[in-house]
């Protein structure tokens, strides 16, 4: 049953249209019975395309809607995959994915930072100050950076700025500005104390490994904090 | 003749056409993988009764929520049938159900009035 046709009835009217024409009979009444038919079957095509054109017409419109509106979700749910929801910042992940990309085109300094104290801030005022604290140090973050360099929160008050093709006494300068814009002045969340941050900073060549770039500075960090917190050392 | 019932499919909508009551109901989606086959064997069934003649009232429910353009084709022809038998005296009611926010059905329903004026078209917008 499969040569059932969605043109059936259009189909045989045009194919009695072709019999006469073949049969090149001189019998006018049967050209006119043929062209009456065919041109009621084309009217009637024509109508029914009208209608169908312009509910596919309807239906591209729509579609492309959707998918409009589907890419922006799958642009803001990527965009929440890869930021950190209380700064904006980039996330764990993200930051390392960044670091590997960075290395492969050229060389690159890491700051790491870790808020001090930050357990006592938490416990002392409550996890909303100690929110507020971490947006208020992104912020003063990227206000010192000025567009230089990715800003990340690789856990929870710690930290990280890559800055690509950054030498090291640079990046230690950077970070010494950083280091004074926190703990300069006091942080409105939290006037009864200051914010201080402690800073490790490291440097690769290009085609260094991130893995170790890190640790680097991270043990960098953890002399920042064993010689007296807020400060800024760079790796041995 | 025997009333016609095709129960509903994942593509292909329920037909309950009982051609004693002069009630024809069409309900659910259609797009059905072969639509001029689907279609071509209700619609011949539909023929077949509207010409056994009588000029009493037919009553034609559809409610169809989605049916693709193979089946729009296939549905212009069954109209078309039902749209002859009233122009030739018959009183053929069509009440057309569709979603109160489906836009795309209630104007198809409106173009269906338009082309088969013949029809006594009746909307009825349904509360999802």
């Not at chain 1, 690769?204 to 960090?221: H, N, P, T, W």
Request: aromatic share 10%; net charge negative; hydrophobic share 40%.
């Amino acid at each position: 049953m499969s040569d059932v046709d969605l043109f059936e009835a259009e189909a045989e009217a045009l194919e009695r249209a072709n019999g006469v024409l073949a049969s090149d009979t001189g019998d006018f009444a049967r050209y006119r019975a043929a062209l009456e038919e065919l041109v009621q079957h084309y009217g009637q095509l024509m109508r029914q395309s009208r209608r169908l054109i312009s509910r596919s017409d309807r239906t591209e419109r729509e579609l492309n809607l959707l998918n409009a509106r589907l890419q922006q979700l799958s642009d803001e749910l990527d965009y929440k995959a890869r930021h950190d929801n209380l700064t904006g910042a980039l996330n764990r992940g993200a930051v390392f994915e960044s670091a590997h990309r960075i290395l492969e085109q050229s060389a690159m300094s890491v700051v790491v930072l870790d808020i001090d104290f930050f357990k006592r801030i938490n416990d002392e005022f409550g996890h909303p100050t100690g929110d507020a604290v971490i947006r208020e140090l992104v912020d003063r973050l990227r206000l010192a950076l000025d567009g230089v360099g990715v800003v990340g929160r690789v856990g929870g008050e710690e930290f990280s700025i890559l800055l690509a093709g950054v030498a090291l006494d640079e990046a230690v300068a950077l970070a010494e500005r950083i280091r004074q814009a926190i703990a300069g002045e006091v942080f409105p969340c939290m006037p009864s104390r200051p914010v201080t941050s402690s800073f490790g900073v490291s440097w690769s060549a290009a085609g260094g490994d991130f893995e170790d770039a890190y640790a680097r500075a991270d043990e960098a960090l953890y002399q920042a904090k064993r010689g007296g917190r807020n400060r800024v050392e760079r790796e041995a | 003749m025997d009333n016609l019932f095709i129960a509903a499919s994942a593509s292909s909508p329920e037909v309950d056409f009982r051609f004693d009551e002069r009630t024809l109901s069409l309900k659910g989606e259609s797009y059905p993988e072969n639509a001029a086959q689907f279609w071509g064997e209700i619609i011949a069934t539909l023929r077949r009764f509207l010409d056994e003649g009588g000029d009493a009232g037919i009553t034609v429910n559809v409610a169809l929520a989605y049916f693709n353009s193979s089946s729009t084709k296939m549905l212009f022809s069954l109209f078309d049938a039902l749209n002859e038998k009233a122009e030739s005296g018959a009183e053929v009611v069509l009440n057309w159900y569709h979603d109160e926010d489906d836009d795309t059905i209630f104007e198809f329903g409106q173009e269906l009035q338009e082309d088969f004026s013949a029809l006594v078209f009746n909307d009825h917008a349904v509360q999802s």
